[in-house]
């Protein structure tokens, strides 16, 4: 019988519990053995693995987090950790490993790859920054999440006539920012790939000015947090610029936790039901994605090579949309 590991690695996002229960469901129906890695490559060089069943993986699908946990591994970065982490797969007799992750997970798919382990990647991560695929696992439930918080912020924001300003996740990508943005009505939108350009007088104080003069009673400014310019920066500068009252908001790791939501937890099942046919019909190598709307598969090196940016049609309606 062939076996095939699965694990979880990097930031952990909502519906990888799901793409886990869908990869080990999957698995045994079409007549694997599925272990359990646990704690991503860090698990998979100590040997932490366990065999899982169908009875395994009940009662996750709604959960959050991922029951296998995650890790960073600087030592599977290493030659030296990337020679462990194969000899443990073939400790196990593991044919192929899953790795649900991001972009980092998917480097090292592609490093485990190149020391003969076959491997099958499936897209999670909340940022939404895998160039690869038009979407990643829990991205939905990311945004979510944060219209929600915005959502209560405009409460209070509108009652004492405040400016918001709200820092959410994308070190380098602003696909979290720039949807809340259309979704929560902001006056301006800070994106990291318009680093170095940020004019704060023009992109934020005077889209707020004028918004006031034609009778705004609130303000939202959303920040992805690996733009140019704090919250806390933001915050100051309205302050002092408008007269207005200014309140940062970080957002920070609630951004990561929650119950998937459903477009999460089907697309997570979908992938993680390919990924095993992928590899039923003999696939080695691969990455699961969404490419125009159809569920692909794609040799590993080729889709660490591509690259998405944000669409310049969507900042576009986003400025429309703050008049
Ligand atoms: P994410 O998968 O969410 O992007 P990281 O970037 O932290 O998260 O990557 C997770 C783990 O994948 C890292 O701790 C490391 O062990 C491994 N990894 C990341 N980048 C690489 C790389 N370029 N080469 C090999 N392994 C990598």
Do not use: W
Not at 62 to 80: C, D, M, N, V
Not at 85 to 100: C, G, H, K, P, T
Not at 228 to 250: D, N, Y
Not at 307 to 319: H, N, R
């Amino acid at each position: 019988v062939r076996k095939i590991g699965v694990l979880t690695s990097g930031g952990d996002a909502p519906g990888m519990n799901a793409a886990i229960r869908s990869v080990v469901r999957a698995g045994l129906y079409y007549g694997f053995r599925v272990y359990g890695i646990r704690k991503g490559y860090e698990g998979l060089i100590n040997g932490d693995v366990e065999e899982l069943n169908a009875r395994s993986v009940g009662d996750i699908l709604h959960k959050g987090g991922t029951i296998l946990q995650t890790a960073r591994s600087p030592r599977f970065t290493t030659e030296e950790g990337q020679k462990k982490a194969v000899s443990m797969a073939n400790v196990f007799d593991l044919d192929a490993v899953v790795v649900i992750g991001g972009d980092g997970s998917h480097r090292g798919a592609r490093d485990l790859s190149r020391h003969g382990v076959n491997v099958i990647g499936i897209p999670g991560t909340i940022d939404n920054d895998i160039g690869s695929t038009d979407y990643t696992i829990g991205f939905d439930t990311a945004l979510n999440t944060v219209q929600d918080a915005l959502d209560k912020i405009r409460d209070t924001a509108y009652s004492h006539e405040r400016c918001s300003i709200l820092e959410v996740m994308g070190r380098h990508a602003g696909y979290i920012a720039l949807n809340v943005g259309i979704s929560g009505g902001a006056e301006a939108v800070i994106l990291p790939e318009i680093a170095g350009s940020l004019d704060i007088d023009k992109d934020v104080i005077k889209p707020i000015i004028e918004a006031r003069n034609r009778g705004k009673k609130h303000y939202i400014v959303i920040v992805a947090e690996g733009a140019e310019g704090k919250a806390i920066e933001i915050e100051r500068a309205v302050t002092e610029k408008t007269g207005l009252e200014a309140r940062a908001t970080i957002l920070g790791h609630i951004q990561r936790g929650g119950s998937p939501t459903v477009h999460d937890r089907v697309t997570a099942s979908v992938m993680g039901v390919k990924a095993v046919e992928v590899l039923m019909n003999g696939g080695k190598n691969r990455v699961i994605a969404i490419k125009n709307g159809k569920l692909v598969d794609i040799d590993i090196d080729e889709a660490l090579e591509m690259k998405k940016s944000l669409d310049e049609e969507m900042i576009k309606i986003c400025k429309i949309l703050s008049l």
